[in-house]
DNA sequence: CCATCTTTGTGCACACGTTCACAAACACAT
DNA sequence: ATGTGTTTGTGAACGTGTGCACAAAGATGG
């Protein structure tokens, strides 16, 4: 499950302070879940603990981190040195997790060759040999969108079978390749999503009304809008141009 | 719905090209999700489409950003401006989406008066006056793990509500206030998992023969785990001591 | 050795999200 | 105006994940 590194953070939390064991109630508190869950989880997963007393800290550490695959440790190469793959590069929790970073990679010639958190950055061209080399399984982009799709081909090319991607992109890739998405911009939007919605459920505040209208009005308003030549009430939309760096919401107002 | 930011994103990008409507298939295919789970999410927004057509594309774009509290924009204070406060104050796709930032923030007196994306890093005192007179209610976390629930407290009491946390810890909050997390760590470990999957299923390769016996066998080997003060096989681990920045899996063989 | 108390492991019901499949609705050609 | 083709909107079945609640298991104290 994808809760077990959440776990696995609480129990070494725990463990650093040298308590033995923990009962589900603390550790699911600790974790910010509920204890029939984590005891379901722990069940699932196989590992015992002692009724009456609870989870062994260290053993239920160990574990974890062998079922995650934590025991051995995992060559990352990281492609696209701008600003996130900096701070990626200088990020000391992958090391101490069983992650490493294995190299640094980018197609800018002015960014090759320079050194990001000590590692040399490198050319694109030595991906495969890198890959190849180090045995290198997961791969993070963070490039430009644009260049996102073509750079996971090449990792996939490559022999990469797991991709973590930063890009506002969709990826498609062949069957048994995983790919997670971490995208910055939907987190904000869902924030603002729930933070309008705090502050009353007033949205546009005027053109509801048509929408919101049943029976044929529909058809009638549908109609309206696509005569109009595309968004009949656009012009509620504010002024605000954008100039998108990657265009997203450059065009609410077409032209 | 958490899809709505993605449908957007697809939409936008047909806008560009001056798509004028889609069916529920493309923009699907697009989004890489079901069509029929688009058709429901969209219905349950209560945006209408025209059947034997599709969608109206800038109609579209403009409900979707209305629901999303997009047609305003949102101002944003960023507080820890180390590896990743840089590198999402450079971030130009957040001005894109509505998102401003109001300001970048951090305890240093070694960062602040420096300046990143043009911005000038303010100091923590600071706060207070900045979210209010800016009204601020979005707040990005960007520090250490140690500081982000201290840090996390100081935003809320000057009146944000909704906060993204890049900091591997879980936040309480009162009621009222969202939090969303980003953990890369997770990400990575979560494909670790899958990868290990991959490569053949035999995990530890020799203690699971105790561990997966039923019967009163879970009870003796319950107790010698206790007995032994930690874990009786934990000797199997990698050497790897790993000095952990966060100190996470430190200890995964303890003293 | 027995009683009591704590905590696990899990059966079960429930709620939610997902997907299929199809009728109604609309466009368009004739 | 009527038929045909396309696409939406949604009812209903399905699977999954979640949480309650409780019995079994073991610890602990007498
Ligand atoms: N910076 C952030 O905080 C942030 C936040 C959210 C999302 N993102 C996304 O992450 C990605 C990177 O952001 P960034 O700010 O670091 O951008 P950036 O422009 O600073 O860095 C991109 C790097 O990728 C390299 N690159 C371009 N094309 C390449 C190719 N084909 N092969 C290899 N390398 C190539 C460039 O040379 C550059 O060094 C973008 O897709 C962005 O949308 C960034
Ligand atoms: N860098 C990454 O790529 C990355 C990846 C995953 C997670 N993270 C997490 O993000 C957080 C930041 O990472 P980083 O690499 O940017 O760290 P960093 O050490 O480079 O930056 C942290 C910044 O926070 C400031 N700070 C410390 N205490 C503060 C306080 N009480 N109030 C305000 N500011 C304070 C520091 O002065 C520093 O500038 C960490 O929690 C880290 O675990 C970072």
């Not at 973590?164 to 911009?185: C, E, I, Q, Y």
């Not at 999503?193 to 308003?221: C, I, N, Y």
Request: with cysteine.
């Amino acid at each position: 499950m994808a809760r077990l590194p959440l776990y696995l953070r609480a129990l070494t939390a725990l463990s650093e302070r040298s308590v033995p064991t923990v009962s589900s109630e603390e550790l699911a508190a600790a974790a910010g879940v509920n204890s029939a869950k984590l005891r379901k989880d722990f069940s699932y997963l196989g590992s015992y603990g002692t009724r009456g007393v609870g989870y062994d800290v260290e053993y239920l550490v160990y574990q974890i981190s062998r079922e995650l695959g934590l025991t051995q440790d995992w060559p990352v190469v990281i492609v696209g040195i701008g600003n996130l793959g900096h701070a990626l590069a200088n990020y000391g929790g992958f090391a101490s997790r069983g992650f490493r970073v294995a190299a640094l990679l980018d197609a800018d010639p002015a960014v090759v060759g320079s050194t990001a958190a000590g590692l040399p950055v490198r050319h694109m061209d030595e991906l495969e040999d890198i890959v190849t080399a180090q045995q290198v399984s997961i791969g993070v982009i963070t490039t430009p969108p644009g260049a996102a799709q073509q750079v996971c081909d090449r990792l996939v090319e490559a022999g990469v079978t797991s991709i973590l991607n930063f890009a506002p992109t969709v990826l498609t890739v062949p069957d048994g390749v995983d790919v997670r998405k971490v995208d910055l911009s939907i987190e904000l939007q869902i924030l603002a999503f729930h933070e309008q919605r705090k502050a009353g459920d007033e949205p546009g505040a005027g053109d509801s009304v048509l929408d919101r209208a049943p029976g044929p009005v529909r058809a009638a308003a549908a109609k309206l809008r696509r005569a109009a030549g595309g968004t009949a009430k656009a012009e509620q939309a504010k002024g605000k141009t954008a100039q998108g760096t990657e265009g997203d919401l450059s065009a609410v107002m077409p032209a």
